[in-house]
């Protein structure tokens, strides 16, 4: 029959790689046998000293992620006020925007009561559970690529946080990796959700969809490279830059020559006498060049702040007491 130490031990190696098993194992039952004994020497019974000690060890589970170096939750607590921040925003103010938007293409598309009320039931409802779910997902791999100071070690002065003016928080890390996430997702939605026929024309997902949900994944790799640096520098600019035009400057020239849109899409507005595939074209080009512009000109200010060493203030204090390098 198997003893409680070996169903216990058992327990716990199933959960550790095989090859620490054999270590773990010898580990394991060493401490178990010197609280036993311990326990006995006391006067207590030997099935009672051994209930006790692995009473005391606590759920084998648990110890089989500690002895792994495994975080055992999703959202640890350093992560958490930060994952919770960012999600209020996105709940908050970002899906009601992006409610709106979609209800007013729907009202475009077909302009009646019923239908719209629907479309932004349903894009309040998939996209909120998008946005938590992608957020949680960004914030675990954080977690458990190293992003975070492990959370089993004790707090030294190092872990204060950073007030450098050129450092990411994770915070921000987040929000810029939720970004690309969601509108690779949005992409991919008005393929098949969001109105009758797709939005973006149908015959780009051989060529020019993919391209673009490529640059947006090297977005995300562009803005964990920009943590890690915990600095903005002029290679970042360029780097942004760079992206920049790779990302937006085809978006820009899909539209201006009526590749963007789907014909289809357009021939279902009706806006009177206004063309409103010419001002659909125009108003694109138009916003997608100023968030560019906007996006390289923000990343040379923050560069050109760090370089000269210029302070950033501090909230809550009123003053600018630390330096940006």
């Not at 921000?172 to 939720?178: C, E, N």
């Not at 560019?292 to 203030?313: C, L, S, T």
Request: proline share 6%; with cysteine.
């Amino acid at each position: 029959m198997t003893s409680l130490i070996d169903r216990y031990v058992f327990t716990a190696l199933r959960r550790v790689p095989e090859g620490q098993r054999a270590d773990i194992d010898r580990e394991l039952r060493a401490s178990i046998d010197d609280a036993v004994d311990a326990r006995v020497d006391g006067g207590e019974p030997r099935d009672t000293a051994v209930a006790a000690a692995l009473t005391e060890l606590g759920d084998p589970d648990r110890l089989a992620d500690n002895y792994a170096d495994r975080l055992p939750y999703l959202i640890g607590p350093e992560a958490f006020p930060a994952w919770r921040k960012l999600t209020t925003v996105l709940l908050t103010i970002v899906l009601p925007i992006v409610v709106a938007v979609v209800t007013v293409i729907q009202v475009i598309d077909r302009p009646a009561v019923g239908p719209a009320i629907g479309v932004a039931v349903r894009t309040a409802i998939t996209t909120g559970v998008h946005m938590v779910f992608w957020t949680t997902l960004i914030f675990a791999i954080l977690e458990r690529t190293g992003a975070r100071t492990p959370l089993n070690r004790r707090w030294t002065p190092d872990d204060l946080p950073k007030y450098e003016g050129g450092s990411l928080t994770l915070a921000q890390l987040a929000a810029g990796l939720v970004w690309p996430v969601i509108l690779i997702v949005a992409l991919i939605l008005q393929q098949f959700t969001l109105t009758e026929v797709p939005v973006l024309d149908p015959d780009n997902w051989s060529s020019w969809w993919l391209y673009i949900v490529a640059a947006l994944l090297a977005e995300c790799g562009y803005q964990i490279w920009v943590y890690r640096r915990a600095a903005w520098t002029h290679t970042v600019t360029v780097v942004n830059a760079v992206l920049a035009v790779l990302t937006f400057g085809p978006v820009a020239w899909l539209m201006a020559t009526h590749r963007f849109y789907n014909q289809a899409f357009l021939d279902r507005l009706d806006w009177g006498s206004v063309d409103a595939a010419y001002w659909l074209t125009r108003g694109g080009v138009v916003l997608v060049l100023a968030i560019a512009v906007w996006d390289v000109a923000e990343a040379a200010y923050r560069a050109e702040r760090a370089r000269r060493g210029r302070p950033i203030q501090l909230v809550g204090t009123g003053g600018f007491p630390f330096s940006a390098r």
